[in-house]
């Protein structure tokens, strides 16, 4: 059975940093693509970075620079680190898990539909 469980979600003032974590079970983790998604109130569920099994990353324009994916293969985990907290970064952050084959290629562009597995999201809370 697949599972992913995020953490390391909270409520903290703008500029203040973050580190969620997603520890991923039921597969072989590094045959799969993994990534980070939001969901703002009111908006569309949006992805935010990705990263393939042998580390190689992808990132949505808008937070270069203040987001840093990685993996931790032996520990089947990955992790977003979110620096300079701002309030538009409040949203419910879902990890994802997508099939690439061995080596965990990255496919497509960071679209939900490419995603086969889902965590169950932990709020991020960002005040001014």
């Known amino acids: 059975q697949v599972q992913l469980v995020e953490s390391g979600g909270g409520s903290v003032q703008a500029g203040g940093s973050l580190r969620l974590s997603c520890s991923a079970s039921g597969y072989t983790y590094t045959d799969y693509c993994m990534a980070w998604f939001r969901q703002a109130p009111g908006k569309e569920r949006e992805g935010v970075a990705s990263?393939?099994?042998?580390?190689?990353?992808n990132y949505v324009h808008s937070v270069k620079g203040r987001f840093t994916i990685s993996r931790d293969n032996a520990k089947s985990t990955h992790y977003l680190q979110i620096n300079s907290l701002k309030p538009d970064d409040t949203a419910v952050y879902y990890c994802?898990?997508?099939?690439?084959?061995?080596?965990?290629?990255?496919?497509?562009?960071?679209?939900?539909?490419?995603?086969?597995?889902w965590g169950q999201g932990t709020q991020v809370t960002v005040s001014s």
């Open positions: 990263i393939d099994g042998d580390g190689s990353t």
């Open positions: 994802a898990a997508s099939w690439g084959g061995p080596g965990g290629s990255c496919f497509g562009d960071l679209q939900d539909y490419e995603y086969n597995y």
